[in-house]
T-cell receptor, first 113, second 109 residues
Framework: ETGVTQTPRHLVMGMTNKKSLKCEQH?????MYWYKQSAKKPLELMFV???????ENNSVPSRFSPECPNSSHLFLHLHTLQPEDSALYLC????????????FGPGTRLTVL | KNEVEQSPQNLTAQEGEFITINCSYS?????LHWLQQHPGGGIVSLFM???GKKKHGRLIATINIQEKHSSLHITASHPRDSAVYIC???????????FGKGTRLHILP
């Protein structure tokens, strides 16, 4: 399998649930990203990992917890989410942190009830 | 007001038409990007510009740094070009990426 994959593609969860989103890249890149895309709002960069270390955290609530165990895998752990957190969550990877070389995954569409 | 504004928000055109999507920004930037998002969510990076003009197939992107404006043009548009086109800039002062809200393009056969 090639490129950037995300699982699950769709997720419905209650506000008290704990779930995790997974991203895997097969491109040999050393940087990975989480983005949030809400309806009628611009894309928001949430987290950036470079060489498995978090290098950017854009004021994201603590109910979102990223984890990058190695350069190929990125997780977003979710707990006690709010309905307004319902959105498309996109993962991307790149060689270095330059946006022009980012490759995006298909996204996970999250609905919080 | 968002620091990156795109126009139009929605655009419907007939197959074969010449398409122009505009992006204006109000901050100093080091680079501007055009992205394409297909139905279902997948995003493809189309161009990265810091000056001038770039062309790839039927797509042309231009930037005017003095006017803080960029355009994305599609020649001989086709239904498969239907997507959301997103403009993003990398802000000079802190390297933060700021996205526009996107332009939803629908090309009719």
């Amino acid at each position: 399998e090639t490129g950037v994959t995300q699982t699950p593609r769709h997720l419905v969860m209650g506000m008290t649930n704990k779930k995790s989103l997974k991203c895997e890249q097969h491109l040999g890149h050393n940087a990975m990203y989480w983005y949030k895309q809400s309806a009628k709002k611009p894309l928001e960069l949430m987290f950036v990992y470079s060489l498995e270390e978090r290098v950017e955290n854009n004021s994201v609530p603590s109910r979102f917890s990223p984890e990058c165990p190695n350069s190929s895998h990125l997780f977003l752990h979710l707990h006690t989410l709010q309905p307004e957190d319902s959105a498309l969550y996109l993962c991307a990877s790149s060689q270095g942190t330059s946006m022009d070389t980012q490759y995006f995954g298909p996204g996970t569409r999250l609905t919080v009830l | 007001k968002n620091e990156v504004e795109q126009s139009p928000q929605n655009l419907t055109a007939q197959e074969g038409e010449f398409i122009t999507i505009n992006c204006s920004y109000s901050v100093g930037i080091s680079a501007l990007h055009w992205l394409q998002q297909h139905p279902g969510g997948g995003i493809v990076s189309l161009f990265m510009l810091s000056s001038g003009k770039k062309k790839h197939g039927r797509l042309i992107a231009t930037i005017n740094i003095q006017e803080k404006h960029s355009s994305l043009h599609i020649t001989a548009s086709h239904p498969r070009d239907s997507a959301v086109y997103i403009c993003a800039v990398r802000r000079w002062r802190d390297d933060k990426i700021i996205f526009g809200k996107g332009t939803r393009l629908h090309i009719l056969p």
